[in-house]
């Protein structure tokens, strides 16, 4: 990744869905958790997010290791952390 990164937070039905747009590659990388949070309604998507890799064939977690980046996202306690994070075609195919 480069230096031309902004975070964004998206709202959807009510949800932060946290977001970075890089400017260099023109696209935008969203948080795997908070999709995931805002359309299961999960108490814990991060556990949904664990065993949904789990569940994964080897060629589908080939694909999403080459396509699921972590970048640092701020987090509701004010502190950056490395969240893992998918372009708009990834977070489409997640869904």
Do not use: A, H
Not at 37 to 52: I, M, R, V
Not at 55 to 83: H, N, V
């Amino acid at each position: 990744m480069n230096s031309k990164l902004e975070t964004i937070s998206n709202l959807f039905e009510g949800n932060e869905i946290r977001s970075i747009w890089d400017s260099e590659k023109e696209e935008y990388y969203f948080s795997v958790i908070d999709v995931i949070s805002t359309l299961t309604e999960s108490k814990n998507p991060n556990d949904y997010w664990y065993k949904l890799k789990k569940r994964m064939t080897e060629e589908e977690k080939s694909e999403l290791s080459t396509k699921c980046r972590q970048l640092k996202m701020k987090s509701s306690d004010g502190k950056s952390y490395k969240t893992d994070t998918l372009d708009t075609k990834g977070i489409l195919r997640l869904i």
